[in-house]
């Protein structure tokens, strides 16, 4: 079973802190993703990558950067967290789409609260 | 760019009576794949059902099945036999087959179980 993880369930910052989300998998998956989850809101895209050090902007990238340094992990940074960021962080991963379903599987969450 | 849908915000059913989730989505393609996914509280987002939209059959696993109607570009899920383990939120989303793009996914319906 592909298994992603996310470094943490809970977390808990002040307004202007630096804060690092990140995100293995397991599954040797090109492709991984960073969502946000709002209530109303649904999920929104922030940034996806499809290959180390690759990177595309989603729906949402304003103040959030990531990093792909290696294919198994990928990491959502808040370069100066804001209360506005308050939110439900979601993690993925899939193959490289094309030809078959190749679905996102997900990790369990981070719940960001920035004081 | 395409759309997804998801009209019910809230919606609740009696245990083991059945109940159908309603999703649209606006594309112009004619080859892509659509899935439900249920994210139950406090847990982890997993994929409940799958379709391609060049299968004509209706997607089925076990009490999950779908209505694919693609000339009507809706793709509803029916749980059958309800049971207080299908409370959750639920997810349509879309991901076209032109290209590795992420999935796009509706706001989601909250599923309420009544015993």
């Known amino acids: 079973d592909v298994k992603v993880t996310q470094s943490s369930r809970y977390l808990v910052k002040r307004t202007g802190e630096k804060v690092f989300l990140e995100c293995v998998q397991d599954?040797?998956?090109?492709?991984m993703f960073w969502y946000r989850q709002d209530p109303g809101l649904g999920l929104r895209l922030i940034y996806f990558s499809y290959d180390v050090k690759m990177k595309e902007k989603g729906d949402i990238p304003e103040g959030y950067s990531v990093s792909r340094e290696k294919k198994e992990r990928f990491s959502l940074i808040l370069e100066s967290a804001s209360t506005n960021q308050t939110s439900m962080y979601l993690c993925?991963?899939?193959?490289?789409?094309?030809?078959?379903?190749?679905?996102?599987?997900f990790g369990p969450g981070t719940r960001l609260t920035v004081l | 760019a395409q759309t997804v849908t998801q009209s019910q915000p809230e919606m609740s059913v009696q245990e083991a009576e059945t109940v159908t989730l309603s999703c649209t989505y606006d594309?112009?393609?004619?080859?892509?794949?659509l899935f439900w996914y249920k994210q139950p509280p406090s847990r982890q987002m997993i994929l409940v059902i799958r379709?391609?939209?060049?299968?004509?059959q209706n997607a089925t696993e076990n009490r999950f099945s779908v209505n694919f109607q693609k000339a009507a570009k809706s793709f509803s899920l029916k749980i059958s036999d309800s049971q207080l383990g299908d409370a959750a939120m639920y997810f349509c989303?879309?991901?076209?087959?032109?290209?590795?793009?992420?999935?796009?996914f509706g706001k989601g319906t909250r599923l309420s179980v009544i015993a």
């Open positions: 599954m040797d998956h090109e492709n």
């Open positions: 379709q391609e939209a060049y299968k004509q």
């Open positions: 993925a991963s899939s193959l490289v789409a094309g030809g078959s379903y190749n679905e996102q599987f």
């Open positions: 594309t112009s393609e004619s080859d892509y794949y």
């Open positions: 989303a879309y991901r076209s087959d032109s290209g590795n793009t992420p999935l796009v």
